[in-house]
């Protein structure tokens, strides 16, 4: 019978690493753990059996069997959106600086998919979780079903401080500055592409929309709300403004999304549409969709990364914290960055 090789079964267990350096499994996990208890020769040995069976410890069982582990769960709306990939690098990052691994679900652009995903981060217990969320009925679902003592940041999205730590963006200033760039530069007949009102952020960059147009004494041409803020959405709604660009009665649009304007942006070129000269576009993100476009966007920045790391430092102080722990609402200010779809 040949002799017993744990790496013939499969992934070593620490009672291999125990069994073949010759010592018991507590000394293995201190080696592991806390290496200044063990002596520096025993300390070697193990070290050199970790490595030459390739162990690697499982941190999900470690989790399980004594309480939190030290990953951060994310659940993002839609990583195809380089905004959510910024707010995943900005999480990470202060993450990492704790000593914390993050842990990525992605909600594929599905309202409320995002919900689903918490159940496993609680099963896998891990440290925190941060979330996306978009609309008010997602929002009140995990307020009224939420009894995991998890801490939990939202992301995205005011809540109140009584029940959760949140870090958002100003969507309403960021829809004014927009619109306030683009009647800087002379155009008045203004239109507004976003998505359904049911989103509490093309709801706020709508109004800010419709604020600024209201303190200079206009209206809106037209407002379109297709049923997603994607670039399919933005083709879409290009057709229906087409005849309006070309008559002159439609000079400049604001989209509530980068990638809205960019879907925008292909039918008009297409069709002969000159941007900026006929029509200003101005997007909101500021992700790689905007740097990319065939025109590059005027865009809205809100700062995805600062997003993820704010987050990511509320849901650590939560976890360390406990039950002294105060919820913070953390508002961020987002900026207008200008490029060749509408020029200043």
């Known amino acids: 019978m040949p002799p017993h090789d744990s790496r013939r079964r499969g992934r070593p267990s620490l009672a291999d690493v125990a069994a073949r350096a010759g010592v018991s499994a507590g000394t293995v996990s201190h ?203 933005g083709r879409h709604v290009a057709e229906q403004l087409l005849p309006l660009v070309r008559s002159g009665e439609v000079d400049g649009i604001v989209a509530a999304s980068d990638l809205l304007a960019v879907g925008l942006l292909e039918v008009l070129l297409a069709a002969g549409v000159a941007v900026p000269e006929q029509v200003g576009i101005v997007g909101y993100d500021d992700n790689l969709a905007a740097h990319a476009a065939a025109v590059p966007l005027t865009t809205v920045a809100q700062s995805g990364q600062r997003v993820g790391a704010e987050g990511a430092r509320l849901v650590i102080a939560e976890d360390r914290e406990g039950s002294a722990h105060q919820h913070e609402s953390v508002r961020i200010t987002p900026s207008l960055v200008v490029r060749a779809s509408a020029p200043a």
């Not at 993050?102 to 995002?114: F, K, M």
């Not at 706020?204 to 200079?216: K, W």
């Open 31 to 233: 080696v592991l753990n806390h290496p200044e208890r063990v002596a520096p020769a025993t300390r070697q040995r193990v070290l050199d059996v970790v490595e030459e069976l390739r162990y690697r410890p499982d941190r999900i069982a470690r989790s399980l069997a004594g309480g939190r582990s030290q990953t951060i769960g994310l659940a993002l709306t839609d990583l195809g959106n380089s905004l959510f990939l910024d707010i995943a690098r900005g999480a990470a990052r202060v993450a990492e600086e704790h000593g914390m691994q993050t842990l990525l679900a992605d909600g594929d652009r599905q309202v409320g998919r995002e919900l689903s995903h918490l159940a496993l981060f609680d099963e896998l217990r891990v440290a925190g979780v941060l979330i996306s969320l978009s609309d008010d009925e997602t929002m009140a679902t995990l307020m009224s079903s939420r009894d995991a003592d998890t801490p939990l940041v939202l992301l995205n999205f005011t809540a109140p401080a009584s029940f959760f730590c949140s870090v958002s963006v100003d969507n309403v200033h960021g829809g004014r500055i927009a619109t306030e760039h683009l009647l800087s530069t002379g155009r008045r007949r203004l239109a507004f592409v976003g998505g359904l009102d049911v989103l509490r952020p093309v709801h706020d960059r709508r109004t800010g929309f419709r604020t600024a147009l209201r303190e200079a004494g206009l209206t809106a041409v037209v407002e379109h709300a297709p049923p997603g803020v994607n670039e399919e959405d």
